[in-house]
């Protein structure tokens, strides 16, 4: 379910956790950017909404729709449940797919912390950060409804032998 806003009413508990999205079924749609920051971002998650539901398509945690920048282009993802449906713009998150998840309470100007935060962590466990992944999990509207601005990061990850070599052999 989600809110009147188009906010998700539910999402993932995946602070500080590992999670394997491997094998998960998304829909994933382009969405043109410039220097990271999306263009007509609104739009383009409800054309991607609407696209789901003429599909009849299910998603795992309605409204939830994590965003991967890039300086010209990004994506707009969202988990489904398992289906069998030709679609265009299905596709299998390649296994494993490790993130880790960290729920940031503030707004989106003050989101860096939060990334160095996590990454550092990730890199003190010898696992080199890739890609970013952000889910806005409140709008203006309701944020103050709901405990404040909250926005999901997940991070994908892989394990690194060269930073768990360093990581053994540093002093303790």
Known sequence: ??????CPASFPGWHQQDINLGGELVHVAPVPMFLHMPIGYE????????TLERLKLKQ??????????GLLRGKLLRLLEPSASPAYGLTFLPSPFQVRGFLHHGSITDISRSVKQ???????????????YLSHLTC??????RGGEKVLLLRHWVESPA???RIAARPI
């Open 1 to 6: 379910m989600r809110l009147e806003c188009g």
């Open 43 to 50: 739009l383009r998650a409800e054309r991607q909404r609407q």
């Open 60 to 69: 795992r945690w309605p409204g939830l729709v994590l965003i991967r920048t």
């Open 118 to 132: 996590m990454q550092s962590e990730l890199v003190n466990l010898g696992r080199r950060p890739l890609e970013l």
């Open 140 to 145: 203006p509207h309701c944020a103050s409804e």
């Open 163 to 165: 930073l768990q070599k």
